[in-house]
T-cell receptor, first 115, second 112 residues
């Protein structure tokens, strides 16, 4: 069975500092991994994905994520946080061996960037 | 133009009523989804359709019935609404099974 964990309910970081939002996963086959952001009263917006290829993936708004197969992790990072990055972030995974298009979402991490 | 739209945006109703939420996507995607986001912001998949065929049907009470009249539409009908159905329901679509999903703005359902 596939699963994904976001161990931190909330991450606080000062504006201008680097940020990391953690995600670990468990799948039977190869993982398809995604990060989404949700602003208040809005739907989720896609940030970036890892399907195959380079372990470092770059996405929207200056975010990037590193796929680490040995640690089964896909942490979201940004070199310099902005106050406007404050939002709820979701990691999602789909197992490549799954016959259905089922994505499992993490429980979300609230990022708060302090001015 | 809005890529994935949902109507209504807000829905307030009494226990026991029947209601529907509509979703439309103009992206030409093959796959559509319904998710439920509870008050703790947990997001759980309910249903998925691929080319009008039901492919995911999670452990959801049979009071919930999805319908896909065509590839661009996926509606959700809920019978005999209960207090626990109060949540935000999101529709999403994707071009294929391993691509990112595009989410609608959500429908906030409040059952009184």
């Amino acid at each position: 069975a596939q699963s994904v964990a976001q161990p931190e309910d909330q991450v606080n970081v000062a504006e201008g500092n680097p940020l990391t939002v953690k995600c670990t996963y468990s799948v039977s086959g190869n993982p398809y991994l995604f990060w989404y952001v949700q602003y208040p009263n809005r739907g989720l917006q896609f940030l970036l994905k890892y399907i195959t290829g380079d372990n470092l993936v770059k996405g929207s708004y200056g975010f990037e994520a590193e796929f680490n197969k040995s640690q089964t992790s896909f942490h979201l990072k940004k070199p310099s946080a902005l106050v406007s990055d404050s939002a709820l972030y979701f990691c999602a995974v789909r197992d490549s061996t799954s016959g259905t298009y089922k994505y499992i979402f993490g429980t979300g991490t609230r990022l708060k960037v302090l001015a | 133009d809005t890529a994935v739209s949902q109507t209504p945006k807000y829905l307030v109703t009494q226990m026991g009523n029947d209601k529907s939420i509509k979703c439309e996507q103009n992206l030409g995607h093959d796959t559509m989804y319904w998710y439920k986001q509870d008050s703790k912001k947990f997001l759980k998949i309910m249903f998925s359709y691929n080319n009008k065929e039901l492919i995911i049907n999670e452990t959801v009470p049979n009071r919930f019935s999805p319908k896909s009249p065509d590839k661009a539409h996926l509606n959700l009908h809920i019978n005999s609404l209960e207090l626990g159905d109060s949540a935000v329901y999101f529709c999403a679509s994707s071009p294929s099974g391993y691509n990112e999903q595009f989410f609608g703005p959500g429908t906030r359902l409040t059952v009184l």
